[in-house]
């Protein structure tokens, strides 16, 4: 599986991104997920969407929870972070994973795919 992130840019606080996650070669993984990493700081959980018979199942970060929102379509392979009132701390490279059963959602040693990360950054 290979993963294609994009839509990172230059916003001013308040403002919104919608990044996307294209997968390519086998089919993606069950769970996906978007991780971010700042400066100087660890790789950080954001949100996950997971596949199942009765909907996606979404999780997110408390400091996403209420402003961003993940999403996913199986058929075009993609899944999108649409983030708003975005603040200066979500400054960062985000990152789109895919897993088939991670033993810990939130923990990015549990995701067998990465993308190479699209850099947002929040003015003030």
């Known amino acids: 599986v290979q993963l294609q992130a994009s839509g990172g840019g230059l916003v001013q606080a308040g403002g919104s991104l919608r990044l996307s996650c294209a997968a390519s070669?086998?089919?993606?993984?069950?769970?996906m997920g978007w991780f971010r990493q700042a400066p100087g700081k660890e790789r950080e959980f954001v949100a996950t969407?997971?596949?199942?018979?009765?909907?996606?199942?979404?999780v997110y970060a408390d400091s996403a929870k209420g402003r961003f929102t993940i999403s996913r379509d199986n058929a075009k392979n993609t899944v999108w972070l649409q983030m708003n009132s975005l603040k200066p701390e979500d400054t960062a490279v985000y990152y789109c994973?895919?897993?088939?059963?991670?033993?810990?959602?939130?923990?990015?040693?549990?995701?067998?795919?990465w993308g190479q990360g699209t850099q947002v950054t929040v003015s003030s």
């Open positions: 994973a895919a897993a088939y059963a991670p033993p810990d959602y939130r923990d990015p040693k549990g995701y067998d795919y």
């Open positions: 070669g086998r089919t993606f993984g069950n769970v």
């Open positions: 969407i997971t596949w199942s018979w009765s909907g996606d199942i979404t």
